[in-house]
Nanobody
Framework: QVQLVESGGGLVQPGGSLRLSCAAS????????MSWYRQAPGKQRELVAS???????NYADSVKGRFTISRDNAKNTMYLQMNTLNSDDTAVYYC?????????WGQGTQVTVSS
């Protein structure tokens, strides 16, 4: 069973940057899409960004121009570069892999934007 492990979260000041990583324990080449979601306290989980196996990307309007999603199949890792962070970006960030069969979720990593 392939597992996903997120890392890179933490406390950052407004305007700062973080890079999240999602490392898979197996080959991500079989995942036709990988995504980042986030869930803020008291809110529903929402899609932040996704990337297909062909490299096509999609972003939530709230992060367009600030966040960049990428994947390195050779390293079995997906990334989320987050720039110009603000308090609205505070949430637990989860990665998800879509494949034939049950989708896979990571355990999440906390991102807190605060001065």
């Amino acid at each position: 069973q392939v597992q996903l492990v997120e890392s890179g979260g933490g406390l950052v000041q407004p305007g700062g940057s973080l890079r999240l990583s999602c490392a898979a324990s197996g080959n991500i080449g079989s995942f036709y899409r990988m995504s980042w979601y986030r869930q803020a306290p008291g809110k529903q989980r929402e899609l932040v960004a996704s990337i297909t196996g062909n490299g096509d990307t999609n972003y939530a309007d709230s992060v367009k121009g600030r966040f960049t999603i990428s994947r390195d199949n050779a390293k079995n890792t997906m990334y989320l570069q987050m720039n110009t962070l603000n308090s609205d970006d505070t949430a637990v960030y989860y990665c998800k892999a879509d494949r034939i069969g049950p989708n896979i979720w990571g355990q999440g990593t906390q991102v807190t934007v605060s001065s």
